[in-house]
């Protein structure tokens, strides 16, 4: 198997022009899947339909992503990461204008599986194409693409929440088209150019029949809390590791996971997310239910975790040159852990000044625990199998949030309303963040894997 490489080496400006086409793409693709929970009232009044019908409208955005997802690596390796990226951001600019012209559910539902098809590979992709085009520059400028998924999920209840006081539903989409039209004509311009590919691998039809369906029905399973879903995708998902095992070019493969490197870069990333990114889903949550904010109000007030964790990614470089992978991470898990401390005492109405203070520190260690990860998983590998690793850590990452998601939520419903009941889950994701320093004690002690 051959990828499509770039035809000359990408100079330090240009690979800061493709990070910031790349950033403009990502925070699309997570702005969108997170902007449209603040309209799902308006939207099934608006639309004549109930409010489960509508919530699909959220759903179908995750369910499509998880179906590319997986596919992103050979569509990759069989195209050219450029042409994909461009198809995929093409796809999601189409997506939104038939969203925003939406005239019934079922008809918004829909395109939002068009949106979800190109926004769940701009992502990997993306994050292939740069690693790719940085080579053993990434450590110093990877916080440029890791960036957007730190800072858009608090800016996407923001600006949703002013759109619709504003302007109405529609413009959830319609005001994100302008960026959509942006970011393609720039990647047209800015992507690097590719050599013909060599040998190409057949598409892996079992593993597409096995893998994809198998991340949509868990993830939906646990996002439900629908057993049988859930079940349902853990057997798919089983299924294709044995097949995965026996073919020959498998959708994922999976003996990129005996690779040390890789390994210890997944399992941290697996935690990592079942623990302090799934926990970020308590936060707008605690703000609306318990203090009673709006939506824009919440997003506000989460606003220094976001600040934090900006300014430790643009200095991640220089910290890893510094002080190297195993202690920027340690170090960032330990800060991630500080500052959730204080949201265990909920039920002790702690000082507002004190949960902005933790917000801040948590930042700063959501921040640092990103870089070294991602440094490490892209170094450790040969070019030309990066395009399948961005896949598969985009894959993990999926199933630790939805795992560690579906517990805390568990968690949470278990205990009497009220904002003890925070606190309470909070403590059962400080005591599962505790786990992520396992993997992390295998991190290198410089830059390189």
Same mark, same amino acid.
């Given at each position: ?68 997802? !997986? ?64 080579? /053993? ?19 996407? $209840? ?54 994809? $369906? ?12 629908? !057993? ?21 070019? /498998? ?100 000082? /507002? ?18 870089? !070294? ?77």
């Amino acid at each position: 198997m051959t990828t499509r490489l770039p035809v000359a080496p990408v100079s330090d400006s240009g690979l800061r022009r493709l990070g910031g086409v790349l950033i403009l793409g990502a925070v699309l693709s997570i702005l969108d899947a997170t902007i449209v929970s603040v309209g799902i009232g308006v939207m099934a009044r608006d639309l004549d339909s109930s409010l489960p019908t509508v919530q699909w409208v959220a759903s179908a955005y995750l369910l499509a992503a998880s179906f590319t997802i !997986p596919l992103s690596g050979w569509l990759s390796d069989r195209f050219g990461g450029r042409q994909v990226w461009i198809a995929a951001v093409g796809l999601f600019t189409l997506g939104t204008v038939l969203c925003g012209f939406a005239w019934s559910a079922p008809a918004l539902i829909a395109f939002r599986v068009l949106h979800g098809l190109g926004g769940g590979l701009m992502q990997p992709v993306g994050q292939a194409i740069f690693a790719q085009a940085a080579g /053993p520059r990434l450590g110093r400028m990877i916080g440029m693409v890791t960036l957007p998924a730190t800072v858009a999920p608090v800016l996407g $209840p923001m600006l949703g929440g002013a759109l619709v006081q504003d302007l109405g539903w529609r413009w959830l989409f319609f005001g994100i088209v302008p960026f959509g039209v942006v970011t393609l004509l720039l990647a047209v311009r800015v992507l690097p150019r590719e050599n013909p590919a060599g040998t190409r691998d057949p598409l892996d039809l079992r593993g597409l029949l096995l893998l994809p $369906p198998g991340l949509g029905a868990l993830g939906y399973g646990l996002g439900e809390g629908s !057993p049988a879903f859930a079940l349902a995708g853990a057997m798919l998902l089983l299924a294709y590791a044995w097949h995965a095992r026996r073919a020959h070019a /498998p959708l994922l493969d999976l003996k990129l996971f005996a690779h040390k490197a890789f390994t210890v870069a997944s399992a941290s990333t697996f935690l990592l997310g079942a623990s302090l990114y799934s926990s970020m889903l308590l936060l707008p949550l605690y703000y609306q239910q318990i203090q009673h904010t709006s939506v824009l109000a919440a997003g506000l007030l989460l606003a220094p975790q976001a600040l934090g964790s900006a300014v430790v990614l643009i200095a991640g470089g220089r910290l890893l040159d510094r002080f190297g992978s195993r202690a920027v991470m340690l170090t960032g898990i330990a800060l991630s852990l500080v500052g959730t401390i204080a949201f265990t005492q909920l039920g002790d109405s702690p000082s /507002p000044a004190l949960l902005t203070v933790s917000l801040l520190i948590r930042g700063f260690g959501l921040g640092a625990t990103t870089t !070294p990860g991602m440094t490490m998983l892209y170094t450790s590998l040969e070019r030309s199998r990066i395009p399948r690793a961005a896949s598969a850590i985009n894959v993990v990452n999926r199933i630790g949030g939805s795992l560690g998601t579906a517990l805390l939520v568990a968690v949470l419903h278990a205990q009497p309303r009220g904002a003890a009941a925070f606190g309470t889950t909070f403590t059962w994701a400080l005591g599962l963040s505790l786990l992520s320093f396992i993997p992390a004690l295998f991190f290198p002690k410089g830059t390189r894997a």
